[in-house]
């Protein structure tokens, strides 16, 4: 996260070394590298916790899976996926009485892409800087039946909410469509997706044996004082004083831990988060694959999976790892037991036995602003403050939560600030 000269995580520092930046520290608060791309050995078997999967137009992925000796090409088991009703009960949304719909749905799609290309030209681009529209700033459903396509949100509530980003009734347009742009939705319509045979930790980690000066693991930053003779950063190995630094921690937490001026204490005391929840269990009656579980993807339904990934289709003796979102705008957010335990009940009640529950994580996830403060200029204010105070500002929130906008957004930084 920070650094001598520069700091960021594994894809960052080699845009910087590229640059001809040689002096710099990654101080990283955990034992390993990768944060949200986390794929631990269970069962012998790499099982994603974390992130899974990439599109191809995942060009700074693919960029620095080549720079790492980590190319794509993992199991393909996201190919076959089937759907269940919240009883468990499989079911074909788009085959014999309901083909037709899922030829609206192309036709929706393609419309879209007419629309965004000639009224919202750059919609795509990455990061919040250079266009602005106000219409994007309406939460996607309100944008989609403004345009006439709106039986498009079953399509995008796929990837987007059982992906843990949320619900379309309250999320601004603008993130959903940088990540799920055209060439992307088409993408996952067509299961042209990409996995990792180690896992996507493995491109992190890759990076890292690469760089010159690799992350100094077990670094919790615990305080950030900058003045005129540079950036003293305290972590329990003691206080080091940097010339400039580059946050890509959640930016509300860099707020309490820093001397935040009123700027910093404002703008990211605004910044939401959601609170999703995977678990990898061991079941009897393992399926042959993946389910996405729809009528889970709302509000009303928290706690519930709304997906499940079986990474090596057909083998035995692997973990299911479920998904499930615990928060909701207004609403209390569940706790991780009950999450789990609506998680383990559900399971159960559609006959798959849980035998042992190998590993849980609750994620901090897609850092985000309102449609409100998107639309009054949160991010023209925050990309105004980039520099000032020696700081720089990445990490999700700065564009959108996924490996490919957030590494893309760093090369941003880069290009952009440390020519
Ligand atoms: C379940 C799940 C599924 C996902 N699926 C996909 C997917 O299929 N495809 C995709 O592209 N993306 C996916 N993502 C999202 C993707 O993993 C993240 O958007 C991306 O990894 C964000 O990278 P980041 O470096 O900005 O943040 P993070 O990965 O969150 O890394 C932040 C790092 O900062 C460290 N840190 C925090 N505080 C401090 C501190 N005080 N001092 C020092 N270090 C600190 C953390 O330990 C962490 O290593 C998924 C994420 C999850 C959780």
Redesign the pocket.
């Known amino acids: ?1 920070y650094h001598r000269r520069r700091t960021g ?1 594994a894809g960052r520092r080699l845009l910087l070394q590229k640059k001809g930046y040689h002096d710099y520290t990654v ?4 034992d390993r ?5 986390y794929s631990p050995k269970l069962r012998g078997k790499s099982i994603e ?6 599109v191809p137009n ?1 060009d700074t992925v693919k960029e620095l899976g080549a720079a790492a000796g980590v190319p794509e090409g993992g199991p393909e088991s996201l190919a076959h996926t089937d759907f269940r009703r919240p009883d468990g009960k499989l079911y074909r949304p788009f085959t014999g009485l309901n083909l037709w719909k899922g030829a609206r749905l192309m036709y929706q799609l393609n419309k879209l892409d007419r629309i965004l290309k000639s009224r919202y030209p750059g919609y795509d681009a990455n990061g919040h800087y250079g266009t602005f529209y106000p219409d994007l700033a309406l939460p996607l459903s309100k944008f989609f039946e403004k345009n006439g396509v709106a039986a498009l949100t079953d399509l995008y509530a796929q990837p987007f909410t059982s ?2 980003y949320g619900y379309f009734e309250v999320v601004p347009a603008a993130y959903v469509l940088k990540y799920l742009d055209i060439p992307t939705a088409k993408a996952f319509v067509t299961n042209d997706l990409w996995t990792w045979e180690d896992g ?1 930790q493995s491109i992190f980690e890759g990076l890292n044996k690469v760089l010159e000066h690799p992350a100094v693991l077990n ?4 305080a950030v004082v900058r003045d005129q003779d540079g950036v003293h950063v305290t972590t329990p190995a003691g206080t080091q004083t940097y010339d400039q630094l580059i946050v ?3 930016l509300e ?1 860099f707020a309490a ?1 820093a001397d935040a001026d009123q700027d910093e204490r404002t703008e990211f005391a605004k910044i939401l988060h959601n609170d ?1 929840v ?1 678990h990898a269990i061991m079941v009897r009656n393992l399926p042959k694959q993946s389910s996405f579980i729809p009528d889970n993807m709302t509000g009303d339904r928290l706690g519930h999976p709304m997906v499940f990934y079986v990474r090596y289709m057909g083998e035995p003796d692997q973990p299911i790892v479920t ?1 499930a979102l615990r928060n909701y705008p207004g609403k209390p957010p569940l706790s991780v037991e009950e999450t789990r335990e609506t998680v383990l009940a559900d399971l159960k009640s559609w006959g798959l036995w849980v035998e042992e529950v190998l590993d849980e ?1 609750s ?3 897609f850092p985000h602003v309102s449609s409100e403060d998107y639309a009054a200029g949160w991010y023209a204010k925050v990309e105004g403050m980039q520099g000032r105070r020696r700081t720089y500002y990445a ?2 929130v700065m564009s959108f ?4 906008e ?1 590494t893309n957004y760093s090369r941003g930084i880069v290009d952009r600030f440390f020519g």
Do not use: C, H
């Not at 101080?27 to 955990?30: D, G, H, K, S």
């Open positions: 996260m995580r101080l990283e608060a955990n590298v990768g944060g949200k791309t916790m974390g992130a899974i999967m990439g995942y992906f843990g996507t670094s919790p930053v615990t890509t921690t959640p937490q831990l999703y995977t998904y994580q994620w901090y996830y990490g999700e939560g996924d490996m490919d957030t």
